[in-house]
T-cell receptor, first 111, second 112 residues
Framework: GESVGLHLPTLSVQEGDNSIINCAYSNSASDYFIWYKQESGKGPQFIIDIRSNMDKRQGQRVTVLLNKTVKHLSLQIAATQPGDSAVYFCAENYGGFKTIFGAGTRLFVKA | DTAVSQTPKYLVTQMGNDKSIKCEQNLGHDTMYWYKQDSKKFLKIMFSYNNKELIINETVPNRFSPKSPDKAHLNLHINSLELGDSAVYFC???????????FGPGTRLTVL
């Protein structure tokens, strides 16, 4: 079936450290994998995406890694800041109009 | 200017009632979505519309009826509300060829 899941529901990191949020997926037919950030009381916000034929993509302070062999996706946040505290969702998109979201990981950043 | 707006932000109602949530986007996008987020933060797509046409209906009960009067609006009407409908409903918009979706602030629906 379709599913996008996460290994760790909650992650706590010290300010300034790097954060790694992991995600497992089951649908090999997905075209893109996407990360969203949701702050308390707000809607999800797009962070970065990666096409299924890539294994790494970098953005501003974020890197997404895709391992299709083990169907694993990760989001790395460099020099984590208090403003990074949020729930992070991995998602997969196939067929253009359908995005399937994972369960989410809550990231706490300790000052 | 708010890119994707939803009204109302909070909605508290009794079981059996009918209610509507409105969504508007001023981004010029051709695709709009409705998502339901439950108490455990699980976000599930309900509907996708492209150029006012329904593309995706994710086995949502018939009590839920989306309506898109034009490309900038996608409203959600819910009949005979049930306790299990309590959730946060998010509207989103995007461009078909791009993955980024822009989400509204959400509508918290509480059914008593």
């Amino acid at each position: 079936g379709e599913s996008v899941g996460l290994h760790l529901p909650t992650l706590s990191v010290q300010e300034g450290d790097n954060s790694i949020i992991n995600c497992a997926y089951s649908n090999s037919a997905s075209d893109y994998f996407i990360w969203y950030k949701q702050e308390s009381g707000k809607g999800p916000q797009f962070i970065i995406d990666i096409r299924s034929n890539m294994d790494k993509r970098q953005g501003q302070r974020v890197t997404v890694l895709l391992n299709k062999t083990v169907k694993h996706l990760s989001l790395q946040i460099a020099a984590t800041q208090p403003g990074d505290s949020a729930v992070y969702f991995c998602a997969e998109n196939y067929g253009g109009f359908k995005t399937i979201f994972g369960a989410g990981t809550r990231l706490f950043v300790k000052a | 200017d708010t890119a994707v707006s939803q009204t109302p932000k909070y909605l508290v109602t009794q079981m059996g009632n009918d209610k509507s949530i409105k969504c508007e986007q001023n981004l010029g996008h051709d695709t709009m979505y409705w998502y339901k987020q439950d108490s455990k933060k699980f976000l599930k797509i309900m509907f996708s519309y492209n150029n006012k046409e329904l593309i995706i209906n994710e086995t949502v009960p018939n009590r839920f009826s989306p309506k898109s009067p034009d490309k900038a609006h996608l409203n959600l009407h819910i009949n005979s509300l049930e306790l299990g409908d309590s959730a946060v409903y998010f509207c989103a918009s995007g461009v078909y060829s791009y993955n980024e979706q822009f989400f509204g602030p959400g509508t918290r629906l509480t059914v008593l």
